[in-house]
């Protein structure tokens, strides 16, 4: 179990939710990918070196462990299974809100359950549950290009929210609050 940051209320890593469904006081582990980036990683034309380029953000997967040992907890997962686990010919499945302070510090914040064991006992009274999830990012559309100042195609612009900016910045700047503002060139 994860006990938390010294300062930080021990409570809030032991206690997860999937929807408005409250697991409290249980054993909770988190594994898998906090960053997910695609990278395109091309050989460079000499013996060393390369060219690495950033393609956006994976969906990221990870594992759930909780060690039900209440029956508060297992009337908790009773509730959870229908969010979670569709059945032949009933209704789809939909990603859940997860809220637990490693997984939200990471920005993950909807889930697809892709798999839920059987809870499996220790012959001490705790039930583990592993749950296997991918985060739900559902894709964003791509990048227009826009026409430069003199109206012709093709200048290499991308339009970015309200403003465009050169196609060759890096990925990291592509988040309007890091671009700055255009300021027309003013001589003394």
């Not at 990683?41 to 990221?60: A, F, I, Y």
């Not at 029956?71 to 809100?97: D, M, S, W």
């Not at 900016?165 to 890096?170: F, G, H, M, Q, W």
């Amino acid at each position: 179990m994860m006990a938390g940051f010294a300062d930080e209320d021990e409570e809030l890593w032991s206690s997860i939710s999937l929807n408005s469904v409250v697991f409290e006081n249980l054993p909770v582990e988190a594994d898998g990918d906090g960053i997910a980036n695609k990278l395109d990683v091309k050989d460079g034309e000499g013996t060393d070196g390369g060219v690495v380029t950033p393609r956006g953000s994976s969906p990221r997967k990870f594992s759930l462990t909780l060690g039900l040992w209440t029956a508060e907890h297992r009337r908790a997962f009773e509730a959870v299974l229908p969010l979670i686990g569709a059945r032949a010919g009933k209704t789809r499945t939909q990603p859940v809100v997860v809220t637990y302070p490693a997984l939200n510090m990471c920005g993950i914040t909807r889930a697809w359950i892709e798999r839920a064991s059987i809870p499996k006992g220790d012959g001490k009274g705790i039930f583990e549950l592993q749950l296997e999830c991918v985060e739900a990012l559902p894709p964003k559309p791509a990048a227009k290009k826009t026409a430069n100042a003199a109206g012709a195609k093709g200048s290499g612009a991308v339009a970015d929210g309200n403003r465009a900016r050169p196609a060759d910045l890096p990925v990291s700047l592509l988040r309007n609050d890091l671009i700055p503002p255009r300021v027309p060139n003013i001589e003394p």
